[in-house]
């Protein structure tokens, strides 16, 4: 577990934006509270409540929230073959682990323990193991469709085609679609559409967005269509949902 060395961790809280910087450390950024938006280089992230957003190394990359928000990260040097740094979202909302490790980072960087690097060194070890799970080794066998998943991950809002997707990764459209499906036993349009209402249902949790907005900002153009999808994904309207947390 002594091969992964932290370097710099910390939690933003607030609405100021975080300025544009770099470092030669892959960073790991744990949205905990609100959602966030996210410009590393050329490409574009969103983040709420439950994500994980990767940094990868020398990458130029600035923060700003939507209204508040808090987000806890950390910046470590990890050896070739540990991590796959290319930049995306992983979603971990209701995951019982990470959100508590990523907490634990904080509490042991600011602990004063002489052996905190040590303890620190452990949670990133379990972070690290985490994420690597996450990936199916069917996926990891095949380059293209693992590119057009993070393409997915990372534009699933915007009104783009699947086959735009594939087209990208040098896939037809039926080909992406037959091994998405084998995969991860969903169609590309199901897990986008899924993706879309698992941010929708996270930023009904803030009392600040309103149906229209939430439905623009999670790429449903229609909002009596976003109404049902939801409906049906959940068994409950947007109201619904929002009377439940009260």
Same mark, same amino acid.
């Given at each position: ?6 370097? &710099? &961790? ?30 590393? %280089?050329?490409?574009? &992230?969103? /983040? ?5 957003? $990767?940094?990868?190394?020398? /990458?130029?990359? #600035? ?22 740094? /290319? ?12 959100? #508590?490790?990523?907490?634990? @980072? $904080?509490?042991?960087? *600011? ?5 905190? #690097? ?12 985490? $994420?690597?799970?996450k990936e199916p080794e069917s996926e990891c066998g095949n380059p293209a469709l693992r590119k057009a998943k993070r393409l997915l991950d990372a534009h699933f809002t915007e009104e783009r085609s699947i086959a735009s997707f594939a087209r990208q990764c040098g896939l037809s459209h039926s080909h992406f679609s037959a091994m998405f499906r084998e995969t991860y036993g969903i169609t590309p349009v199901a897990y986008? *559409? ?24 999670? %790429?449903? *153009?229609?909002? *009596?269509?976003? @109404?049902?999808?939801? !409906? ?6 947007? !109201?619904? &949902? $929002?009377?439940?947390?009260?």
């Open positions: 577990m002594n091969d992964l060395e932290p370097k &710099f &961790f910390g939690m933003y809280l607030g609405t100021v934006p975080v300025k544009p910087h770099r470092h030669d450390t892959v960073e790991l950024v744990w949205q905990e509270e609100g959602c966030c938006r996210h410009w590393l %280089g050329e490409q574009y &992230f969103e /983040t709420a409540e439950g994500d994980l957003l $990767i940094v990868p190394p020398d /990458t130029m990359h #600035r923060q700003e929230s939507v209204g508040e928000a808090v987000t806890l990260f950390s910046q470590f040097a990890y050896p070739p073959g540990r991590l796959d740094p /290319t930049a995306r979202v992983e979603s971990y909302a209701g995951d019982r682990f990470v959100g #508590r490790w990523f907490s634990e @980072l $904080i509490e042991v960087g *600011n602990c004063g323990d002489r052996n905190w #690097r040590e303890m620190m060194r452990g949670l990133l070890h379990s972070l690290v193991s985490r $994420i690597a799970a986008v *559409n899924s993706r879309r209402l698992e941010l929708a249902r996270r930023l009904l949790c803030s009392p600040y967005p309103s149906l229209g907005e939430v439905a623009s900002r999670c %790429g449903f *153009n229609d909002v *009596n269509y976003f @109404l049902r999808q939801f !409906k049906r994904h959940f068994r409950c309207t947007p !109201k619904e &949902f $929002i009377e439940s947390l009260r």
